[in-house]
């Protein structure tokens, strides 16, 4: 699957400009399968009896686990022309995720910088993963490689056509 009209190119995108993403409920599934594919079984996260003796009473999502969904619902809001994630500048893991919360992401374009000889751009946005009470659950800066619009292509054809009618050949 490519990229479609609707997805932005670098040059689209203002410093200022944000998004928020539809919703998306964590289930018990969303947990056990980021358990199973990282390979981290912490209690904290798995074992229900385990979790009812802690703080929080009951299990809690993995924190990358909820990045890495909050990564997807990312992708249309907005549908952006993405070459490649760069970096994580800064992230703070704020409130814990339960089974049944339901996510959202906020999304702002924090600053660009033109690179690759126009062809690419680096754009730095705000994230806040929020649930459905509006609570921060984390945040923080990525940066992101971004498609610029194709440069247009210069006519280089020879003015021979004027020259000759000025008589310069």
Known sequence: MGYSSVHLFFDDLEVGMSWESGGRTVTESDITNFAGFSGDFNPMHVDHAYAANTAFRRPIAHGFGVFSMASGLGIQSPPVRTIALL????????????IGDTIRVRTRVVEKTLRGRGKRGEVV???AIVNQEGKTVQEGQVITLVECRPLAKMNLQPAVAQAGVNGII
Do not use: A, G, I
């Open 87 to 98: 970096s994580v500048r800064t992230w703070s893991f704020v409130l814990p995720v339960f």
């Open 125 to 127: 946005w705000n994230r």
